[in-house]
């Protein structure tokens, strides 16, 4: 029987990479598809060097031809067994400033891209399998900053929903994490755009502007790191939850209560 092959989106850094490390410890095949490909073999060398086979494909999910030729390197090395839609774009920015191509991409990566994803999973793939699609508190907050990522993410959410219920007789279960507030690159991009418009943050370090965000939003009063999503992806990989599907969960400290 082929091996079991569990694939990541977004894997070249931060919490695509923190979640395909993480993977590394119950699957011995891992397929990390980035568009950064420098920053992609680097993180596929440091989770080799742990005795994990590792491939890599640079893959812009909104491409499908990309992601069709990513599920054939997947079948050439083993079975789909696991997917993760860790793939995503956005930056806090005005209501009245999103620009309609902001809105596509945004789109485009965070919604389209898991699309692509998930078609192509769901239709060469055989349970038992299953699915994690990484969304956002984003999705749930109604912000005026993220008119175009919340949107994208909700959607998210709801296309995962249909692929539970599509392919529930068939041993594929589909789920949604909605990570909370996590320093990664993301943030440092948005801290760094709220630093240009409101000159009172210049002098304010990253850490604190985002430490200002968890107080104000998150009731226990901490940030969530890459491993606290990482965990609770590997957990709706695993077998533990073998009856857990069309779920959406927060792992957000509080800060959205579902």
């Not at 699609?133 to 296309?159: C, F, Q, T």
Request: aromatic fraction near 6%.
């Amino acid at each position: 029987m082929s091996a079991p092959v569990a694939i990541v989106t977004g894997a070249a850094a931060g919490l695509g990479a923190a979640i395909a490390e993480r993977l590394a410890e119950d699957f011995g095949t891992l397929l990390l598809l980035d568009i950064e490909e420098a920053a992609l073999a680097d993180t596929a060398a440091r989770l080799e060097s742990l005795g994990v086979e590792v491939h890599t494909a640079r893959c812009d999910v909104r491409r499908e031809g990309d992601v069709k030729n990513a599920f054939d390197v997947a079948a050439s090395i083993g079975r789909p067994a696991a997917l993760v839609n860790g793939a995503g774009i956005g930056v806090f920015t005005p209501f009245l400033e999103i620009t309609e191509d902001q809105w596509d991409n945004t789109f485009a990566v965070n919604t389209k891209g898991s699309f692509l994803m998930c078609r192509e999973f769901v239709s060469r793939t055989e349970g038992p399998a299953a699915i994690v699609n990484i969304a956002s508190i984003g999705a749930r907050l109604g912000g005026d900053m993220l008119a175009h990522y919340g949107p994208s993410k909700a959607a998210v959410i709801e296309m995962s929903h249909s692929v539970a219920r599509i392919c529930a007789t068939r041993g594929l279960r589909s789920n949604t994490v909605m990570p909370g507030l996590i320093l990664t690159d993301m943030w440092l991009r948005t801290i760094k755009e709220l630093r240009r418009r409101d000159a009172a943050l210049a002098g304010i370090s990253d850490t604190d502007v985002f430490d200002s965000f968890v107080a104000q939003m998150v009731p226990m009063g901490r940030a969530q790191t890459p491993g606290d999503i990482a965990e609770m992806v590997a957990f709706l990989l695993s077998d533990k939850a073998r009856n857990v599907t069309g779920q959406t969960i927060a792992v957000d400290g509080g800060a959205v209560m579902t």
